[in-house]
């Protein structure tokens, strides 16, 4: 019970914290004339997709004390699962990974996303998204 209870917080102030940040780096919400960008777009995605993933990590954790989270285990049933309904595609834009149960993004394969160097960035928030390029 109190395990369950710990996620749900996790989950609650992760939703918090993509609140705080779409609001406080002065992401303006469209007019209604414009249409955003393909970019913005790929941005707001690879934001939800991160705090997502992040929030399952910790409800793994949480259930699973001591074990670290695979891409597969997240989105299987096994060990409290599936924590995570399909695992983040969007590889025009950007991809994720797992290693050692810390959360990694990497730069798409779409025009100058292509030419920015391949290493990976560990995901700690929107900034991250903004490191790569979106």
């Known amino acids: 019970m109190l395990v369950i209870l710990f996620a749900m917080v996790v989950i609650a102030a992760s939703a918090l ?3 705080h940040y779409a609001f406080a780096h002065k992401s303006q919400p469209p ?3 414009t249409t955003p960008s393909p970019i913005a777009k790929a941005y ?3 934001v939800a997709d991160g705090a997502t ?3 399952a990590i910790a409800a ?3 259930e699973n004390p001591g074990l670290n989270p695979t891409e597969s285990v997240l989105v299987s049933s096994g060990l409290g699962g599936p924590y995570l309904q399909s695992w983040s595609y969007n590889p025009q834009f950007y991809s994720y990974s797992l290693s050692h149960g810390i959360l990694y993004l990497h730069a798409g394969t779409s025009g100058f ?3 920015l160097p ?3 960035v560990r995901f700690i928030g ?3 998204c903004v490191k790569i390029g979106l």
Do not use: D, G, W
Request: net charge positive.
């Open 113 to 115: 996303l292509a030419v």
């Open 126 to 128: 929107p900034s991250s």
């Open 60 to 62: 793994f954790k949480a």
């Open 53 to 55: 993933i992040s929030t």
């Open 31 to 33: 007019s209604a004339t």
């Open 118 to 120: 391949s290493s990976r």
């Open 44 to 46: 707001r995605a690879c």
């Open 17 to 19: 914290l993509v609140n």
